[in-house]
């Protein structure tokens, strides 16, 4: 798999009906049912971990393109990638509206309405949507498209500079728990400046490692200062009566958390879904003859009521075909737990169950414990697949002090951490002379050490930095 990540990508969102690409549209395709469902559940999850302390909106998808316009950093790092609506039906349009490539400028002015006092704030959205770039990089499903059809971004004004700093905090451990949640291993870097959002003071990301080595960022958080507040006069009244710029931020993740869920699980079988957002958790396939038929089904129905009575997603395979094939679409799909079912298992009160991830065959006894003994192989499951897959992202990262060995580490499928001096013109130029991107500063030095940058060895180090392929 490892390589050729790309075709193995490509035949698995086809073969387990998750995306269909053929749409006429370059970087826009369909949700297909089963991809649909992993979706599903992959909100509901975030939706839980958001509403507990952000509400969620719905804004229009237009933007009038003077709204659009305003902030001038932020425009010019979209203008290549906007889609514009022109015309209603033959007549132009008056003022051409942008579709959404993001929300600031569609919520903002919103905001400048909606805000007056300090007792507004902090106010807390968040909308789920579909958001449009017209990229020019090759584009992918689900990891580099045209239309994001899953946009979840996060919007907040507060009072204080302090209070923007302590909402980024906030939305990374909650990212953080989101992706553990998932079991997907990511590395956390504050961007380089020529890599920060548009509008930005910093950007906050989230990356995680591909199969092929190459890394995908999957969720970014931004503290916006008070850029935003000035250019849509965004304003309250605070206790003594000053009137003050509100202090902002903004988080979003895309349709690439799927792609680096089944990127980071999948096998040569195919999908190895966190059972979270497994649409199936366990899978009964009864193997049936002419003789005991009956009872096999029955005590398959029976299972299902009691594993469900403990909140598990269970469906009886009972379809007229081999249990071999059975087995192979187990085995693409990705379900969790697999258990089996057939005349002598039921004479000996057993079952046997197996995890997608493990293949081996355990015998449960056909009592009382068996869901206990179920969710336990499940959470078991789960705790293996984030390991495996923290266990690969670890041993990709590699450390060196040499700028020589940083093309071979990243050609052999790695990413680098190395020693940096933080300065701009500095970085932009270790990116020049290997060809990789900095994906930014990962931890802070003492900076009584001693160390020097890696590329000027005159120069102190202030920081571990990463370097790497990037989607
Ligand atoms: C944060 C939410 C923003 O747009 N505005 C509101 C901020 N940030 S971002 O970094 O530009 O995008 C957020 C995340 O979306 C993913 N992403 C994409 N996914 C698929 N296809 C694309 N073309 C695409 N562009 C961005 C990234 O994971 C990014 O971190």
Not at 173 to 185: A, D, M, S, T
Request: hydrophobic content about 35%.
């Amino acid at each position: 798999m490892v390589e050729n990540f790309s075709e193995w990508f490509h035949n698995i969102l086809e073969e387990a009906n998750i995306t269909d690409s053929r749409y006429p549209v370059k970087g826009m395709a369909i949700w297909m049912p089963y991809g649909f469902q992993i979706r599903k559940y992959t909100l509901e999850l975030l939706k839980e971990l958001l509403d507990k302390d952000n509400e969620e909106v719905l804004f229009p998808m237009l933007i009038p393109e003077t709204e659009l316009a305003k902030e001038g950093e932020h425009v010019k790092g979209f203008e290549d990638e906007v889609y514009w609506v022109t015309k209603g039906g033959q007549k132009d349009l008056n003022e051409q509206l942008a579709l959404r490539p993001t929300s600031e400028t569609a919520i903002y002015p919103m905001y400048s309405l909606w805000i007056r006092s300090h007792i507004d704030l902090p106010i807390k959205y968040y909308q789920i949507v579909n958001t449009f770039r017209y990229e020019t990089k090759h584009t992918r499903p689900l990891i580099r498209v045209r239309e994001i059809s899953t946009f979840k971004e996060a919007h907040t004004a507060h009072a204080t500079k302090q209070e923007a700093k302590e909402q980024v905090d906030e939305y990374i451990e909650l990212y953080k728990e989101f992706f553990n949640n998932l079991g997907i291993p990511y590395l956390i870097s504050d961007r380089p400046s020529w890599d920060k959002f548009p509008g930005a003071d910093y950007t906050m990301a989230f990356d995680t490692i591909m199969p092929d080595g190459k890394t995908l960022q999957i969720g970014t958080i931004h503290n916006l200062g008070q850029t935003f507040a000035k250019t849509f006069d965004i304003t309250f009244e605070d206790k003594d009566g000053e009137h003050k710029y509100v202090y902002q931020t903004c988080a979003g993740l895309s349709d690439r958390v799927i792609a680096a869920m089944i990127a980071n699980h999948g096998d040569e079988k195919g999908l190895r879904l966190p059972s979270m957002v497994a649409p199936t958790q366990v899978t009964i396939i009864p193997i049936l003859f002419k003789k005991g038929r009956e009872e096999v089904l029955s005590k398959c129905m029976e299972i299902k009521k009691n594993l469900e009575s403990v909140g598990l997603r269970v469906k009886i395979d009972d379809r007229d075909i081999r249990p071999g094939k059975k087995f192979y679409d187990w085995e693409l799909k990705g379900t969790p737990i697999k258990i089996e079912l057939g005349p002598r298992d039921l004479e000996n009160n057993i079952t046997i169950a197996m995890r997608r991830d493990k293949l081996e065959k355990v015998e449960l006894p056909l009592d009382d414990s068996l869901a206990d003994n179920i969710l336990d192989l499940i959470e078991k499951y789960d705790e293996d697949l984030k390991t495996t897959s923290w266990k690969f992202l670890e041993d990709h990262v590699i450390f060196t002090t040499n700028l020589d060995e940083i093309q071979e580490l990243i050609e052999s499928g790695n990413v680098v951490s190395f020693n940096w001096c933080g300065d701009d013109e500095c970085g932009k130029e270790i990116e020049e002379k290997t060809g990789y991107d900095i994906l930014g500063i990962y931890e802070e030095l003492d900076g009584e050490s001693g160390i020097k940058c890696i590329n000027n060895n005159q120069e102190e180090a202030k920081y571990i930095a990463l370097i790497a392929k990037t989607y």
